[in-house]
């Protein structure tokens, strides 16, 4: 009979770590949370000091059942949860639901689940840490406080069963305002002018980008510009002014957080975070590797810190002298920018759990995204330890007149972590070999010009990838939180997804208006990131956590109760259209459902007649003449098109005006307060007419 018995959070780690303590232990799995608020009631007593109320949650009355008649049988039992504050609380619900206080019990962590490490920890036992215990218990109250008062108010709002969630309303408000920006952006023109000139004894020409004046730098914006600077380059000769030679070094990156892997991923494997953290976890908890049973890979997954074990460091480093060569191992190793406020440094950055298990070696045991994610991670680890690479450069200014022309190239003298990890910016070095023989006395002759027009670009939507690091600058949510905010955003269709693009939907829209007019405190930025500052200093233990719950509350009763009144006066009423149901003869009306508006007969459920809500802008279309309206992609994001579809193949993302363009008489745009020519080719812009401007127009 086991005398010891260990719980951990998921089944997938039973068998191996199972394996690794032999038949005196026992090994069970919770399957993760076991207690949680009332999904029907609010759990929290305000009255008697925030004391919340945890009952089992539904479906798990079975697995504690097992989990309390093994803990009978145990001498002693660990508690082997996750390695952060989720998992601290997990072990103290679990001491709670199974009434472990008359037990010997003891909390054990591992940031890897190797046998070295879970035996390790065995013999470092210790209590459950309450400061971490309750850092979670603050962050799920608050969550609770914003979700459970707000979410009833969009219901009355926008009738429908939608949720507001205090990470997860900066993140829509954070993606809503890129949208703003991106609709109001004017493209600004400017143009780039390179010269071919001809070097005796040379069969390719040299590259010469402008670069401006004796003085600095000059941007070109017009034909005009270009033309002039053309006509006065023509008339003088170009002589080689300055060459410079040098050497640059490219730092090894760091190895893996959370969030650079999540963004590292998408970018390179086109893994959404979702998946990325699936499979991550997969590789984390064990994997059965052909001649050394199932194992896991990699390091604990959800982590903020860089910070790597000396073990781990000097293994590492073993294995670059020995199968790269001893140049190849970093003397010291690059240092993060560090900000104290936004990282816990509970453990290390993700990394293989052994170096020497290179991706060649599991290749066969892993799928195929195991395997590929499993060869990012451990050639990032690698390169993390490995010296700089180092590149030898060349510049040249050439003058020309009054202007200055540049050329430079570089080349890869010693490739360093290189050697195991690039990216596309490390692929790509200048290679313009005419440099390398240039010096003052080189003779140049202009050979012809190749300019071209360019358009400033608006700011990228943005990506699951770049939104993370967003949060992370920002200092919102923590390493656990990016993965199911996205994925809420999402499954709630405030936001849909469109070749890696985030784009906000008509109800997301409604949804952050709501927020920043009656809730401008939780969908404020810096409030959020200070509250996560508070949340780590619960964890260290210099604050109080019912302190925090109980200066949020009231600030949050008082919005509440404020636009409980505002919100009652606007509440939409179904509007009225000359749309006649065409089974029925009523008017149709404006519906909510998920996936924004659509027209329905008012006569449901004896009439169940419904249709896509097309809203009229007031403009004609500029192909055709018909009625521009109101579009939905599949997904879910707005745009303008013509009424008369799919005849009619006339499409726009911003709204079209009735005015036309005084420059090329195409149709204009409006973007933010400004009219812009759909033609970026030509670029003409205008600020929009008031009110009474267009009335009397």
Known sequence: MAKYLVIVESPAKVKTIQKFLGKNY???ASNGHVRDFPKSQWGIDVEHDFEPKYITIRGKGDILAKLRKEVKKADKVYLATDPDREGEAISWHLTKALKLEDKKVYRITFNEITKNAVKSSLKEPREVDMDLVDAQQARRMLDRMVGYKISPLLWVKVKRGLSAGRVQSVALRIICDREEEINAFIPQEYWTLDAKLNIHGEKRPLIAKFHGTKEGKLTIGSKE???KIKKEVEKTDFFVEEVKKGERTKKAPLPFTTSTLQQEASKVLNFSIQKTMRIAQQLYEGVDIKGQGTVGIITYLRTDSVRISEEADKTAREYIAEAYGDKYVAKDTSAAKKNPAKIQ???EAIRPSDITRTPVMVKESLSRDQFRLYQLIWKRFAASRMNPAVYETISVKIGAGLYRFTSSASKVVFDGFMSVYTNDEDEKPENNTMLKDIDKDTSLQLGEFD???HFTQPPAHYTEASLVKALEELGI??????SPTITTLLGRRYVVKENKNLYITELGEVVNSIMKESFPTIVDEHFTANMESLLDKVEEGSVNWKTVVSNFYP????AVNTAEQELEKIQIEDEVTDVICEECGRNMVVKYGPHGKFLACPGFPDCRNTKPYLEKIGVNCPLCGREVV????????????????????????QKPSTKKCPKCGGYMVEKGNKLACANEQCGHSENKPSKEEAEES
């Open 451 to 453: 300019e071209k027009q």
């Open 225 to 227: 510009e270009v033309e």
């Open 345 to 347: 440094d509970a453990h």
């Open 477 to 482: 949510g923590r390493p656990s939180t990016y």
């Open 26 to 28: 026992e090994v069970a």
């Open 630 to 653: 109101l579009k939905k992609t599949k997904k879910g994001r707005k745009y303008y098109g013509c009424e008369n579809n799919p005849e009619c193949e006339f499409m726009s993302w």
């Open 555 to 558: 600030d949050l009763e008082e």
